[in-house]
């Protein structure tokens, strides 16, 4: 194995869903949900299958799917994109996130994250030989997670070529405010950097949140250098089909499918025709799937104060962080290598996500975008803790 990769153990993930398997534990680690997404997707998808849609499809992604996602990010953003040149279809927001730095970076060159981050973040900077300058968030008195803005001021330097923006954001729930994101915008234009946001959760942000979720693309001087992304996995509960997207200026996409020709080369065919029927669904759909996961989030955040857990309520995403504490723990891999067996449970620790590892240490994350019994069972177990 090359040294740049000999940092990365197997992911997290994998590794705790191997755990819930292994013991029979309700398994609230791996963000996935357990129900379907909708039916006319799954239909459409049933269809093309049986339709003969079962050969390479165009590069970029297939035309309706691209046109979809153009509509999509009309409807909800007022985002312009020509589904022709400005939009390609990957293997999920994996695919595009890694695609994009390859492309974008240079050996050498930073990427401005925050962390913690998603774990393929700084595997995708390593293989691009790019060096990541994380910018700590830490839960403040408000029981919200922030940052210091002079930290992220000092990330950028002169070998800044981008910043790998999440938001809503894995594992805090953190939506980004306005006011981060004019500082994120300004510092980018500064610096002459790209931006590459990751917003897989874009249409899960909670009714009781401070600000709606904002684009970063959206904003004065951003979209001639922004590569947004986005994937079908959460917003329509399909986290095993790997259907994403990219949208950008032709500039920054073509340079992301020069990459992705040779990762993947193209996406599964019969999915995408389906995808492209989900994102065409009428706004209470989109409505409708974000109060579910809202109560559902109310329902684990409660359960999981009454179990002695310190939540730090999210604003968005399917993950609760809450910080072990209060129950006696002091480091959360600890804390989730232990918790099948005392309780049943599998959790996240969220310290994995950080290059400062203190900063997560008692942290855990819990995803509840689960069936409200599984929550209930997973919350009845959690109070052996105790
Ligand atoms: N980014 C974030 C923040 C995620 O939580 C995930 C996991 N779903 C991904 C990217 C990967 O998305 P996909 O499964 O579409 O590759
Ligand atoms: N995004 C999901 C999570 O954060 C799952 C990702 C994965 O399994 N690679 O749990």
Not at 127 to 146: I, S
């Amino acid at each position: 194995l090359v040294a740049r990769m000999r940092p990365f153990g197997t992911t997290i993930f994998a590794e705790m869903s191997a755990l819930a398997a292994r013991t029979g534990a309700v398994n609230l680690g791996q963000g996935f949900p357990d129900t379907d997404g909708p039916s006319e997707m799954l239909a459409a998808a049933a269809e093309a299958l049986r339709g003969g849609q079962n050969q390479y499809p165009p590069g970029p992604g297939i035309p309706a799917l691209r046109a979809a996602v153009a509509g999509h990010q009309r409807r909800f953003w007022g985002l312009e994109y020509d589904p022709d040149g400005e939009i390609v279809v990957t293997a999920g927001a994996t695919e595009a996130i890694a695609a994009a730095i390859l492309a974008l970076c240079e050996p050498g060159d930073e990427v401005v994250c925050f962390e913690p981050y998603y774990d393929s973040y700084a595997a995708s900077v390593a293989l691009a030989g790019a060096v990541r300058r994380p910018v700590t968030l830490r839960p403040g008195d408000d029981g919200r997670y922030g940052f210091d803005p002079a930290a992220l001021r000092a990330a950028f330097g002169r070998r800044t070529r981008l910043v790998l923006l999440n938001s809503p954001h894995n594992p805090t729930g953190k939506v980004f405010t306005p006011t981060e994101l004019a500082l994120i915008a300004e510092l980018c234009q500064e610096h002459d950097a790209y931006a590459v946001t990751d917003e897989v959760y874009e249409h899960l942000v909670f009714t009781d949140a401070d600000h709606p979720h904002v684009p970063l693309a959206t904003l004065p001087g951003m979209r001639e250098r922004t590569l947004r992304i986005s994937s079908a996995g959460k917003t329509f509960s399909c986290t095993g089909w790997k259907i994403g997207w990219a949208s950008g200026p032709a500039a920054l996409v073509s340079a992301l499918l020069r990459v992705k020709q040779f990762l993947t080369f193209v996406n599964a065919a019969p999915l995408q025709p389906a995808v492209a029927v989900a994102l065409a669904l009428p706004d209470a759909y989109y409505t409708g799937f974000r109060d579910d996961l809202q109560q559902r989030r109310d329902q684990l955040t409660a359960g999981l104060t009454g179990a002695g857990f310190e939540v730090l309520t999210p604003e968005g995403t399917y993950f609760v962080t809450a910080d072990i504490a209060g129950l006696g723990g002091r480091d959360g891999i600890e804390f989730c290598l232990s918790l099948p067996e005392r309780c049943g449970v599998v959790a996240v620790p969220t310290q994995v996500f950080y290059d400062d590892v203190e900063a997560g240490r008692r942290l855990v994350r819990f995803a509840f975008c689960k069936r409200p019994e599984v929550l209930a069972e997973a919350v009845t177990r959690l109070h052996r803790l105790t």
